[in-house]
C-alpha cells in the first residue's frame, strides 16, 4: 500500500508536467516564446498555490471539521489573494518587463480570466482531496486486513497445537497406566516436538526440512504406541528442502491419517506421502485406507483450509475425497 501512495505521487507529478508542457506549447505558438514560458510558469505555479491550497488546507482544516460557514468564507478570501497576486505578477512581468501585453493590466477582461481559471483550479482541490482520502481509506483498509489475518492466523495455529498436545498426553498416559517401557521415548519426542513449537511454530514461515523433521517425529511418536504399526510410504522427490513454508501447514494430513485412518484391531493400516515440486509450487498428497467416512474426516481439515485461505487467497489447490475405501487428499502452494 506505500507503494500505492508513491505512484499516486508520481501520477499527479506527470499530470502537473503534462499540463505545464501543454500550456508552454501552446502559449509559445501563440505569441512569443519568452512570453509563453512567463506565462505558463505563473499559470502552473498559481493554479499549483490554489489546488494544494484548498485539498490540504481549507478542506482539511474547515470543510471535513463541518467548519462549512468558516470555510465559505476563508475560501473567498482565499481565492481574491490569489487572484490580486497573480493578476500583480502578471501586470509586472507580462505587461511592463518582458512584453507589453495590455491584456494582462488592471481591466476587467484580465481579472475575469484569472478568477476563472483559479475558481476551476480550486474546484481541481475538491477531486484532489477526495482521491487522496480514497487512497488513504484503501490504505486503512489494507492495514485492517493484514492485521485482522495475522490474528487469525495466529488463533488458527494456536488452535492445532494445544490438539495434537491433548492427543500426544493421552497417548503417553495410557502407556504409563500400562507400565510401557516406551514412555520414556513418547516422552523424549514429545519434547523435542515442543522445542519446534517453541522455536519455530511462532515464526510465518520456516525451511521445509524443519517441517519434513517435524512430521518424521511426529510420525514416529505415532507408530510407538500401534499394536500393529501403520504401513507407511514416505515419497520425498523434492531436489532440495530449502524453501520456506508456513509452520504446522502440512501437519494436518498426517494427523488425519493416524485420526480417521487406522483401525488399531486390523494389520492391514496402510498410508502414502508424497511431496513434490514443479516451477516453485509444492505438492502435497496423503493417501490412506480410511475405515470411517463420517463427517469427522472432512471437520478435521477445516483448519487447514482457513489457513490456506488466509495465507494464499489465490494461489492454492485443494482436493479431498474418498475412493474404494481410501482417503485421498492433497494440496499445493506457492513456495520461496
Known amino acids: 500500500m506505500k507503494q500505492d501512495r508513491i505512484n499516486f505521487r508520481l501520477i499527479q507529478i506527470v499530470l502537473w508536467l503534462i499540463v505545464y508542457a501543454m500550456l508552454l506549447i501552446y502559449l509559445s505558438q501563440k505569441i512569443s516564446w519568452i512570453i509563453g514560458l ?34 465559505s468564507i476563508y475560501s473567498v478570501f482565499f481565492l481574491g489573494i490569489i487572484v490580486f497576486f497573480r493578476m500583480l505578477v502578471e ?18 477582461s484580465h481579472f475575469s480570466f484569472v478568477l476563472v481559471t483559479q475558481f476551476l483550479a480550486f474546484l481541481f482541490g475538491f ?40 492427543n500426544t498426553l493421552n497417548n503417553i498416559y495410557s502407556l ?42 511426529y510420525i514416529e511418536l505415532e507408530q510407538i504406541r500401534m499394536l500393529n504399526p501403520l504401513k507407511l510410504t514416505f515419497r520425498n522427490e ?15 494430513f498426517v494427523e488425519n491419517v493416524f485420526k480417521h485412518g487406522v483401525n488399531k484391531t486390523m494389520k492391514d493400516n496402510e498410508a502414502e506421502i508424497s511431496l513434490s515440486l514443479a516451477d516453485n509450487i ?16 472432512w471437520r478435521s481439515l477445516a483448519n487447514l483450509q482457513k489457513r490456506l485461505a488466509l495465507l494464499y487467497p489465490d494461489s492454492f489447490e485443494f482436493t479431498a475425497y474418498c475412493k474404494d ?9 506457492p513456495v520461496s
Open 127 to 166: 477531486l484532489l482531496r477526495i482521491s487522496i482520502d480514497y487512497v488513504d481509506l484503501l490504505h486503512t483498509q489494507e492495514i485492517l486486513k493484514n492485521k485482522q489475518l495475522t490474528s487469525e492466523l495466529d488463533l488458527l495455529k494456536a488452535q492445532v497445537q494445544p490438539h495434537f498436545l491433548f
Open 325 to 333: 475405501t481410501y482417503f485421498n487428499a492433497s494440496l499445493s502452494f
Open 238 to 252: 523434492l531436489p532440495n528442502q530449502h524453501f520456506l513454508v508456513p509452520p504446522m501447514l502440512l501437519m494436518p
Open 38 to 71: 512567463t506565462t505558463a510558469t505563473i499559470f502552473i505555479f498559481f493554479f499549483f498555490i490554489t489546488v494544494y491550497g484548498n485539498a490540504n488546507f481549507l478542506i482539511k482544516r474547515f470543510f471535513l471539521q463541518k467548519k462549512h460557514w468558516q470555510y
Open 282 to 297: 509444492l505438492k502435497y498428497t496423503v493417501k490412506n485406507k480410511t475405515f470411517s467416512q463420517d463427517a469427522g474426516v
Open 91 to 108: 501586470d509586472q512581468l507580462l505587461n511592463k518587463y518582458v512584453g507589453k501585453h495590455l491584456f494582462y493590466g488592471w481591466n476587467f
Open 176 to 217: 504409563s497406566v500400562s507400565n510401557s517401557p516406551q514412555t520414556s521415548e513418547m516422552i523424549a519426542k514429545l519434547s523435542d516436538m515442543m522445542r519446534y513449537f517453541v522455536d519455530e511454530a511462532t515464526k510465518e514461515k520456516v525451511m521445509l526440512d524443519t517441517e519434513i523433521k517435524f512430521l518424521e517425529n
